[in-house]
């Protein structure tokens, strides 16, 4: 068994192994054991993976393709030990690990994979990781989902979840009975809904919580890493969804069973339980039956994972690949490479489909006007409006921007005088969606328009120069298709760009944790008027201080956009779901600017005709997505520094209660009482 605290000790093997044949012995295939299977043994699915030597021609190809899109990604250096406050939190020295990668030697290609994916998130970043989709065909899953709630004394205290047994026999009812054979006479699976967490592995619950943090990636925050240990909601294009945590579902087979000693509810006996971890097949996943097939169906690269020529292809688009969309934190998108441009996480973990149960999910009335990823409510008070909103991405920006204005305008016209925007794991999306949700509710002033967002500025690289040449000098970007045109651009006094002026010259140069970096001069507004597909109206829907953002703290990317500026800007109120009382609660994290993965950067590189040039990363061969952020935001309250590494600190942090734990109505209506009634 493998515990949660000792996760690391994959790293540790690994250091002082060496790279050896297939470990398929007795003619026995690996693969073939859990092929065409649906639910496997974490033990079996890691037979599979392990099996494979590592093939030094795609090592080098991973880490080359890597290291050449890292120079595109705008925080390398900021990363190596980020500003105050977050110095301790982000001090991943990517190049310099690289480097070891490549001369260190593996086991396994698994092993080589888990040690590629922990290196790039010990960023934090949720924008720059590494996914390889041959390591991702199932995810682990537990049926006891935890919790953070804090009882009448104030003390906080790790719990299963109230609707464990709810959200486990709907999602996995052909698994329950293997769970419950595991469980002592004495002790029925549903029986532990709501039960006290003692012990984990036989430690204090918070030390698997505070583990997982370290190997979770995505935000910078501690507490919002600590936040995703436990379970939460989200809304988006299949309705509500469950957001099992990371003690419940993992990407990778990483825990074999768990012990835990447990204090059921109205109960003073405890229980000591081992419950195996199920790894479930993705439904992504393509069948497989042996080896050779697991790795010709699963590992190869598809139309998307690399680049095209723009002007070499039929229809001038470049689509992006099913496995980014598969990892985008985003509804899928029909998403070619156009002028729509996103700002939104990656994950290892794809976004749940797991349901909300019913008696969790909101009954209050629905408001018309929503669309994929959002909908409207009106509380029984008549007067709190609230957006659910868990993505900025998903429909198309035109749905999206005429379906937020007319749930507003219906809500205001219903009586709505204040408005609770729910944004719980909002991964981001379409940067022009996020202003114009910022413009349309506290309408048209000198923090919307021209700009309603962040300045911004990309990084100055040598063959981002080149690609600019090339577009002015040799036309190669007629359509205005490409992130390097300076057409597509405006300066910082929200002046656009001639079509031949070299926005990258000249470079800013700096020197950022003793390392020399160049950037391009300070972008502007980048949304109107052209970005608004949707009219906005000429006065605000609701004043600033009638608004309260809440999430549980996995607000990211435009979604940090979106807060940071309704925050800092027009000073509305944040609120953060059950983090730990004793632990700084961020209100979002994993600001950026503008995304993109290295398909995207790829098409840039070919369209100019570069892809020739020793600074090009190679084509991946494997179905591979590497992400970075190309373009970084400025600070609002410091606009000489990124946003990203200045603070974000919620409002309040709501206490989580059995009776408002993943309950949105119960946690609108209280957050209504704390923050928008007339005695708050």
């Not at 099996?51 to 080359?64: E, L, M, R, W």
Request: with cysteine.
């Amino acid at each position: 068994m493998i515990t949660l605290v000792v996760l690391f000790s994959l790293f540790v093997a690994a250091s002082t192994s060496t790279e050896i044949p297939s470990r398929q012995t007795n003619n026995i295939d690996p693969c073939a054991i859990i092929g065409g299977q649906k639910w496997v043994s974490p033990q079996d699915l890691r037979a599979c993976y392990t099996s494979f030597a590592v093939d030094p021609v795609i090592k080098k190809n991973i880490i080359d393709t890597i290291n050449k899109t890292l120079a595109f990604h705008t925080s390398v250096n900021y990363e190596i030990s980020a500003p105050e406050p977050f110095t301790e939190l982000v001090h991943e020295d990517l190049l310099k690990d690289l480097a070891r990668i490549s001369s260190q030697l593996y086991p396994s290609d698994y092993d080589l994979h888990v040690d590629l994916s922990r290196t790039l998130k010990r960023l934090n970043d949720g924008h720059c990781v590494w996914i390889n989709s041959c390591y991702a065909l199932f995810l682990n899953f537990l049926p006891i989902p935890l919790v953070l709630l804090t009882d009448s004394n104030g003390t906080q205290n790790v719990h299963i979840a109230p609707e464990a047994f709810a959200v486990a026999s709907a999602e996995f009812p052909d698994e329950i009975s293997v769970w419950q054979e595991a469980l002592p006479p004495a002790v029925q699976l549903q029986s532990l809904d709501g039960a006290k967490v003692l012990f984990i592995e036989g430690q204090d619950p918070f030390v698997a919580v505070d583990a997982n943090a370290l190997i979770t990636g995505s935000f910078q925050p501690l507490g919002t890493r600590q936040n995703s240990f436990f379970s939460s909601y989200q809304f988006g294009d299949n309705g509500w969804t469950y957001i099992m945590g990371d003690f419940s579902q993992q990407s990778l087979p990483l825990n074999d069973s768990v012990t835990l000693v447990v204090q059921r509810v109205n109960e003073t006996t405890t229980y000591t339980i081992e419950l195996p971890y199920r790894a479930r097949i993705d439904s992504s996943t393509v069948t497989f039956t042996d080896s050779a097939s697991y790795r010709a169906n699963n590992c190869l690269p598809i139309l998307g994972t690399n680049g095209v020529d723009l002007n070499e292809t039929s229809d001038s688009a470049a689509p992006l690949s099913q496995t980014v969309m598969k990892f985008q934190q985003q509804p899928s998108i029909s998403k070619t490479f156009t002028k729509e441009r996103v700002n939104v996480m990656l994950d290892t973990m794809p976004l749940s489909d797991v349901a909300l149960p019913p008696s969790l999910t909101p009954s209050v009335p629905v408001v018309s006007g929503g669309f994929g990823s959002g909908q409207f409510y009106m509380l029984p008070d008549q007067i709190t409006g609230v957006f659910a909103l868990g993505s900025f991405g998903g429909d198309t920006i035109d749905a999206m921007m005429s379906g937020m204005l007319e749930g507003l305008v219906n809500l205001k016209s219903l009586g709505a005088t204040q408005l609770i925007v729910d944004v719980s794991n909002n991964g981001g999306g379409f940067i022009c969606a996020a202003e114009f949700l910022h413009r349309i509710i506290v309408g048209p002033k000198n923090t919307t328009v021209p700009q309603a967002g962040l300045d911004t500025e990309a990084r100055d690289g040598p063959l981002a120069r080149l690609i600019v040449q090339e577009i002015i000098q040799n036309n190669v970007d007629p359509e205005q298709m490409l992130l390097y045109n300076p057409a597509n651009w405006n300066n910082a006094s929200n002046v656009a760009f001639a079509t031949d002026q070299d926005w990258l010259l000249p470079p800013v140069d700096l020197t950022i944790n003793g390392h020399a970096d160049a950037f391009s001069q300070r972008l502007g507004q980048e949304c109107q008027p052209n970005g608004f597909t949707t009219i906005p109206p000429d006065e605000g829907l609701f004043p600033a201080s009638k608004v309260v953002i809440v999430s549980n703290g996995r607000c990211a990317s435009s979604c940090s956009l979106f807060s940071i500026t309704m925050v800092k800007e027009e000073g509305v109120r944040t609120v953060v779901l059950g983090g730990r009382s004793d632990v700084q609660q961020a209100y979002c994290g994993t600001v950026g600017g503008q995304s993109t993965v290295f398909s995207e950067i790829d098409t840039e590189i070919k369209t100019a005709k570069l892809k020739n040039n020793t600074l090009a990363p190679p084509d991946l061969l494997v179905n591979g997505v590497q992400g970075i952020t190309w373009r970084l935001g400025f600070g609002i309250q410091d606009p000489t520094q990124p946003e990203e590494w200045q603070l974000h600190l919620a409002t309040l942090n709501l206490l989580l209660t059995p009776d408002l734990v993943n309950n949105p109505v119960a946690i609108w209506t209280n957050i209504t009482e704390q923050l928008l009634s007339d005695s708050s």
